[in-house]
């Protein structure tokens, strides 16, 4: 509810002439009948046909006779037919002429008609030259001069709203303010004049909150009363007006006589209008808003009922079937749910519904104008209602209703705007309720375009300021994204600038803020964020006037804050404040009312932090009271039921500390265990949560990790960039390595295995669940498969992508940023899960796409060639499982080797490969660096007595035997992932142990990725006939020269070609980002010799050099390989991992694989330009022996051994000690 105001514009000398061409057409003197096709030949007919004889008063007339049409029919044709008359005649016109300010005056109004017409920038500048040319040519004598002035101001206004140039809004003021001096008391357009300047400065004040404008226009329009008779039909306007001036000073300043005057003249306004006339409502509904601003001011239950009345009495003006009684029931109903909020009594609310569902009734279908309207309050009022009651059907109820109102509106309609902003705060609300993601994303975009369609001078554009920074902020809290939170305390400290001091809703402002820099205070631990935070919140529930229903979230969040610097500084009275802070919020808040769980919740943490503080019991007792109390009084379903839940169990387990009560234990037990199993499965706290089962005992514990291990994809969402999941996953690898120490505690090598899986590559997982074949749902049901695959597709450009907002404005405003690809990219996600929940539904998809058990992936084990080794490192124990073709899951201990020394290996081996500086092959001779290569001899020698030689023991393989030596791959967990496992040996001794005295070996990311090519049909014969890619980059640009490759690729040829077999180079220019992502799908063997790189920023940019640029893993996901068997990548840091996410194994190798190559050869760091022709010559050479021999199993490529024969002919040639040029070569996959 608002000021009501309307603008009255004087009589203009234009409106004159109008009156002259009108009675001149009834004379039949001077006017001539127009054709818009020939009007200006006409007028030279009229007068002689010669040009020298033109008058300019004819053109002048026609101008006015089309601009008298076009006002009857509407047609703009006839608008700019008489532009161009009014143009001809000002140009006939000499420039001493005494009628040229009037025709100058007439083609301005002309123009200016048109742009309200047509919205036309260009024609209201025109206009405005106009007249300001009209000014220049008229003295101050002239009995025209104010009409002019009026006409000036008045377009200036229009431009101020369009443009919002503050410099436009002052002219106008100063135009009407001269226009008002120039003409006498008892002139008939004074009071017109008086009117509109006191609206133009009442639109300077909420612009400016200069304080004198809102004076002046006081007493402006207070002029305008005193000169216009009560006869006159414009003095109710006035008064109304006037109302509305002393309404914004009453806005800005609170002062009691103001509004009080506002409400004088509202009420002066309805005395003057006949009962039964129309227009009465509207002044009547201006009287009601007045007095509850009122209420709200002073909690005066009077004003309420006088308003209620109000409105009342202007329904009664109308009866049932009049269109305007669903808009009286509308703003009594909005005014009742006002009285609710303020008096908490739900029949009130009720009353408020029930007024509104009548006018819904008696709103006729498809009145444009008017059938929204009882809707939207109808779904306001229902909002209400939900957030009172918690019922999730009130809000759902509510939403619809927003919707259709929504539809229901004219495009241009001004309430269009207010309803998308409450449908935005309805769809945060649920997704407050029911944490689903879509709804804030579609909250977001609502709210963006409200904040976009509502300028900046609308005194609601803090409101909705406000609104999309909340929203911001759940955002940032549900995905971790900094720019949401920034964009946040932008929007909230934004509102604080346009709310002038002492308005009401300055508290609001403060809360909000405070929120925003007390979220980002706990995610960037600034200190200033938490004062202010703190200062905010204290200012917020001071403001406040008493009995408000927002002071218990105001003083919720200031608990909060004092909370937050009562953990940083450990000062006590911090707390006390914030205890009595949570007491208050409980006591103000009214029982049944939603928010009472959360108020007692918070008490109950509070209780139980003062509790470890002093000990006191009755504070323990407090606690558990009010954290049960909350349980009991949040609705299921609620977001944040699991949050008190394991409240509620961090009470009672302190609580069992303190009395050993076993029934609190249990209970403590219960309560956390149902917080898990009700939180959404993105949730960050379910970790925390499961660190507090450590109470619990071993099988309770494994049941908790095995509920975590199963939700382990929907925590690494899917919607998140890249960058955001590889964060989350880094976080994930001490928990799943945990889960893996306990299971194996306890004899449950097979769920350790499987847990181990789970937990491995869970980004390339994600990738390849979106090409998973999908024959068997296509044929059970192709309703489904033909959406999901659709879906599959889209996500497949953009799961590897980090997405760049595009701009750092959004409609002007500064700080607020856009990103669509993101939220593309997010909605496809949220369709994909939709349909993926649907699938899991149908009978025998149950476990569709989920993290598969052994048993799933034991078909595929006989392919295996040797031993899967995993290795578990975790801060209780270290272990080795060792998976067999069978099957069967052998437990290893590796008690020499602890997380601690494995973190020191991996710390000391980057040492030395910094110190090498091996980044990029090419860059220079590695020999030179030969004396540091004695220092490695303690890494490798401490690989081999702590992790690998108890392994071949345990598999009895350290006896040297001739023949075909055995093969294992080993599949590290943590630090170990960056470390050659395939070196270790006791290198010290010339004779001592080496693991490739042994055994063959290669890595794979996950099990998954080793087993997932045996099965296709594809490559079910053992050595199918191959064909070759061979991609050269000799001279790459901005990188080293690789004079190497051409000889290494010419090479390749011959070898390949000796065989038979297929292949194509693409050298130098020809070898593109294109051409290579073309041709790559069509060979089952790739070879690239040029440079590679892996990004520490972002490893989904890890990538080849190639002529026009990278070919990145991103780029790599896009390509489908239905064939592909081997890759081979002759290129530096093609298998060098990042550290931060060790177990995703983010390198160009596992990107391959997950492309759909069954091995790939890979280098950990760069090589010699020289040394790579070697390796190629001999691995190749081999490879087809092998091939050629037919000793190949079914699931072999027959990589690892090629190149085992390979490093040891790379090895004998350059010396064993030379470690950095044999040791990067290794094999990923079969």
């Known amino acids: ?266 009420r002066r306004a309805i005395e003057l209008v006949p009962d039964g006339k129309g227009i009465k409502s509207f002044f009547l509904s201006g009287l009601g808003n007045a007095l509850s601003e009122r209420f709200q001011r002073t909690g005066v239950l009077e004003d309420l009922e006088q308003a209620t009345s109000a409105l009342s009495h202007a329904a009664e003006f109308t009866l049932d079937n009049d269109s305007a009684k669903p808009s009286h029931l509308h703003n009594l109903g909005a005014l009742l749910c006002l009285r609710f909020e303020r008096m908490g009594e739900l029949e009130i609310l009720e009353r408020a519904i029930s007024a509104h569902r009548r006018a819904v009734e008696l709103t006729p279908v498809g009145h444009a104008n008017m059938f929204h309207k009882p809707f939207s309050g109808l779904g306001n009022a229902l909002i209400t209602l939900f957030q009172c009651t918690g019922e999730l059907v009130d809000l759902e109820q509510g939403i619809l209703a927003l919707r259709h109102a929504i539809e229901c509106a004219p495009c241009d309609h001004p309430d269009k705007v207010f309803d998308l902003g409450n449908l935005g705060t309805s769809l945060h609300l649920r997704y407050e309720r029911t944490s689903d993601f879509e709804d804030l994303r579609q909250a977001i975009s609502v709210h963006l375009r409200v904040v976009e369609l509502t ?187 699991p949050s008190l839940w394991a409240h509620l169990g961090d009470s009672l387990s302190g609580r069992f500390l303190q009395t050993e009560r076993f029934g609190d234990l249990e209970s403590a037990i219960g309560a956390f265990r149902r917080a898990l199993e009700i939180s959404p499965d993105d949730s960050v706290q379910r970790s925390e949560w499961l660190n507090c089962l450590c109470v619990c005992s071993l099988e309770m514990i494994l049941s908790a990790y095995s509920r975590i291990i199963s939700i382990l994809p929907e925590l690494v969402w899917l919607g998140h960039d890249i960058r955001r999941r590889f964060a989350e996953s880094a976080k994930l690898g001490e928990l799943i390595n945990a889960a893996v120490a306990t299971a194996i505690t306890m004899g449950k090598l097979r769920h350790a295995v499987e847990w181990l899986e789970a937990g491995r590559a869970l980004i390339w997982s994600q990738v390849l669940s979106l090409r998973t074949p999908l024959d068997k749902l296509e044929s059970s049901h192709p309703n489904l498969a033909k959406p999901f695959q659709k879906v599959q597709r889209q996500l497949q450009q953009s799961t590897l992508a980090s997405f760049t907002p595009e701009s750092h404005m959004f409609e002007g405003v500064t700080g607020i940023t856009l990103n669509a690809g993101a939220d593309r990219h997010r909605q496809h996600v949220i369709e994909y899960e939709k349909i993926l929940k649907e699938i899991r539904g149908c009978p025998g998809f149950e476990d569709f796409l989920r993290p598969k058990r052994l048993e799933a992936l034991t078909p595929s084990l006989p392919l295996l060639s040797g031993h899967v080794v995993f290795i578990n490192v975790s801060l209780t124990r270290c272990d080795a499982l060792v998976l067999d073709s069978g099957g069967d899951v052998a437990l290893v201990p590796l008690p020499d080797l602890s997380l601690e020394r494995a973190v020191e290996l991996r710390r000391l081996w980057t040492t030395y490969l910094n110190e090498c500086r091996v980044r990029a092959r090419g860059l220079g001779s590695l020999d030179a660096l030969e004396g540091q290569f004695n220092t490695l001899h303690p890494v490798l020698g401490c690989m081999w007595l702590c992790i690998v030689l108890p392994v071949l023991q345990a598999l009895s393989l350290t006896n040297t035997k001739d023949g075909r030596l055995p093969h294992i791959t080993w599949c590290p967990t943590g630090p170990l992932t960056q470390l050659p496992l395939h070196a270790a040996g006791i290198y010290d001794e010339p004779h001592g142990p080496r693991i490739f005295y042994y055994v063959v070996s290669s890595y794979t990311p996950s099990l998954s990725a080793l087993l997932r090519g045996l099965g296709r049909d594809e490559l079910k014969c053992p050595h199918p006939t191959p064909a070759a890619l061979v991609i050269t980059q000799p001279d790459t640009p901005e990188h080293c020269s690789l004079p190497g490759t051409v000889y290494e690729g010419t090479r390749l040829q011959q070898i390949l070609s000796t065989s038979g077999i297929e292949s194509k180079v693409l050298n130098h220019k020809d070898a593109t980002v294109d051409a290579v992502r073309t041709a790559i799908d069509h060979y089952s063997w790739v070879h690239f010799a040029c440079h590679g790189s892996q990004n520490a920023e972002d490893a989904a940019q890890s990538a080849f050099a190639l002529y026009d640029g990278p070919l990145t893993l991103a780029d790599l996901m896009g390509t489908a390989s239905d064939n592909a068997e081997l890759a081979f990548l002759s290129a530096c840091q093609t298998a060098l991992g990042d550290e931060k996410v060790p177990e995703e194994s983010a390198h160009l190798a596992a990107g391959m694989l997950a492309v759909g190559f069954k091995g790939v050869v890979a280098t950990m760091w760069s090589i010699m330009d020289a040394d790579a022709p070697i390796v190629v010559e001999k691995f190749y050479t081999e490879l087809l022996a092998l091939r050629s021999a037919g000793v190949l199993g079914e699931g072999e490529t027959g990589a690892a051994y090629a190149l085992h024969e390979a490093t040891k002919v790379l090895r004998e040639k350059v010396g064993e000690s030379k470690f950095m040029r044999w040791v990067p070569f290794v094999h990923f996959g079969a």
């Open 1 to 266: 509810m608002g000021n009501n105001i309307s603008t009255l514009r004087p009589p203009r000398t234009a409106v004159d002439k109008r009156a002259r061409v009108r009675e001149a057409s009834r004379s039949g003197s001077a006017f001539i009948p127009v054709a818009k096709s020939n009007i200006f030949a006409q007028a030279a007919q009229h007068q002689g046909k010669t040009a020298g004889n033109a008058n300019p008063e004819v053109f002048f007339d026609i101008g006015m006779s089309l601009q008298q049409r076009a006002e009857l029919t509407g047609n703009h044709g006839d608008l700019q037919w008489s532009i161009a008359a009014f143009r001809r005649a000002v140009e006939l016109t000499p420039e001493n002429c005494a009628g040229k300010p009037a025709r100058l005056d007439g083609l301005g109004q002309a123009l200016l008609e048109y742009y309200k017409c047509s919205g036309s920038l260009d024609h209201l500048q025109s206009a405005i030259s106009c007249f300001t040319r009209v000014l220049e040519l008229t003295p101050d004598n002239c009995f025209e001069k104010p009409a002019y002035l009026s006409n000036l101001g008045l377009s200036l206004y229009d431009r101020y709203k369009c443009l919002d140039t503050l410099e436009d809004l002052n002219t106008a003021i100063s135009a009407h303010r001269r226009a008002a001096e120039l003409e006498s008391d008892g002139h008939h357009t004074k009071s017109y004049n008086l009117d509109n300047l006191s609206l133009f400065l009442q639109a300077r004040f909420i612009r400016t909150g200069e304080s004198s404008d809102v004076e002046a226009s006081i007493s402006a329009s207070l002029l305008a009363v005193d000169l216009t008779s009560n006869t006159d039909p414009n003095k109710p306007w006035f008064l109304n007006n006037l109302g509305g001036a002393f309404h914004s000073r009453f806005e800005r300043f609170g002062r009691l006589e103001d509004i009080e005057a506002a409400i004088s003249a509202y």
């Open 455 to 641: 300028p900046d001078d609308h005194p609601l554009k803090p409101s909705k300021l406000m609104n999309l920074g909340s929203a911001f902020l759940d955002h940032f809290q549900r995905t971790g994204e900094p720019q949401r939170l920034e964009q946040a305390v932008f929007c909230h400290r934004r509102c604080i600038e346009l709310v002038p001091d002492g308005h009401p809703d300055k508290a609001l402002c403060f809360g909000s803020l405070g929120q925003s820099l007390l979220r980002r205070y706990a995610h960037a631990g600034k200190l200033v964020d938490l004062e202010e935070s703190i200062f905010l919140h204290r200012s917020a529930a001071r403001l406040a006037p008493d009995g408000n229903s927002r002071i218990p979230t105001h003083l919720d969040q200031l608990s909060r804050a004092l909370e937050a610097r009562h953990i940083l500084t450990r000062e006590f009275e911090d707390l006390e404040q914030a205890i009595f802070a949570c007491r208050r919020a409980v006591e103000l808040t009214p029982n049944g009312h939603a928010n009472k769980a959360m108020c007692f919740d918070r008490l109950g943490t509070m209780l139980l932090e003062r509790f470890q503080r002093t000990g006191d019991p009755e504070d323990m007792e407090g606690s558990v009271s009010s954290c049960r109390h909350a349980v009991e009084l949040m609705p299921d379903g609620h977001i944040h039921k």
